[in-house]
């Protein structure tokens, strides 16, 4: 069964810092994704990464994918409480539909 | 154009009793999907429907859980009876077409607690 380790779980960070969550994953899969959920509301799409050495930047996240180490980084640069959520990572099979997820990343932004 | 729906938000029930959730995908889906979170782990599939198929419900954790996709538009996931360790979050999702690795959309979400 593909296994999805996301880390870490809990964030807390200071307004202005820099950090990075990271996805591993167990064997190759086809593409990869990052939803951001706010409490109580839907899991929104933030980035799909389909090649190696992919990498998609929205305002202050970056996401890079790297399939041979079989690891996804999201970075946060210059973090605004805005960006307070629960970020999880997921992976689809070359064959089948079901994503495997990781198991989150709550992150705190602290003004 | 409107979401994926689940309803109810949230529902907290005794062991032993009946729970029926409703996912309404995004109009012309013909891809469903149901996950679950269990606290503090992973979001798990559950199943997906093909418009009103079982394509592949492997992860369904026991026959205490049924699911159906009548007609091909909402689903339903019953839970009967209910146990502890079924409490989580039950996600629904859905994506367009029939082949490939379609972006799959989430609902909000059920919250279930079994007491």
């Known amino acids: 069964e593909l296994k999805v380790e996301q880390n870490p779980l809990f964030l807390s960070m200071q307004e202005g810092k820099n950090y990075t969550i990271y996805c591993n994953y167990s064997?190759?899969?086809?593409?990869l994704y990052w939803y951001r959920q706010d409490p109580g509301k839907s899991l929104e799409s933030l980035f799909v990464?389909?090649?190696?050495?992919a990498v998609k930047q929205e305002g202050r996240l970056m996401a890079s994918l790297d399939t041979k180490a079989r690891l996804s980084t999201l970075h946060i640069t210059a973090a605004v409480h805005d960006l307070s959520a629960t970020y999880f990572c997921a992976v689809v099979r070359f064959t089948g539909n079901q994503f495997y997820f990781g198991t989150g990343t709550s992150l705190t932004v602290i003004p | 154009e409107a979401g994926v729906t689940q309803f109810p938000s949230h529902s907290v029930i005794e062991k032993g009793q009946t729970v029926t959730l409703r996912c309404d995908p995004i109009s012309g889906h013909d891809n469903l999907y149901w996950y679950r979170r269990v606290m503090g782990k992973e979001i798990k599939f559950l199943l997906h429907?093909?418009?009103?198929?079982?394509?592949?419900e492997s992860g369904m954790p026991n026959n205490r859980f049924l699911a159906e996709r009548t007609g091909g538009t909402y689903s339903t996931l019953k839970v009967q009876p209910a146990e502890l360790e079924d409490s989580g979050v039950y996600f629904c999702?859905?994506?367009?077409?029939?082949?490939?690795?379609?972006?799959?959309?989430f609902g909000p979400g059920t919250r279930l607690t079994v007491l």
């Open positions: 429907f093909v418009k009103e198929s079982k394509q592949d």
């Open positions: 990464l389909l090649s190696n050495g």
């Open positions: 999702a859905s994506s367009p077409g029939t082949g490939g690795h379609n972006e799959q959309f």
């Open positions: 064997t190759t899969s086809d593409r």
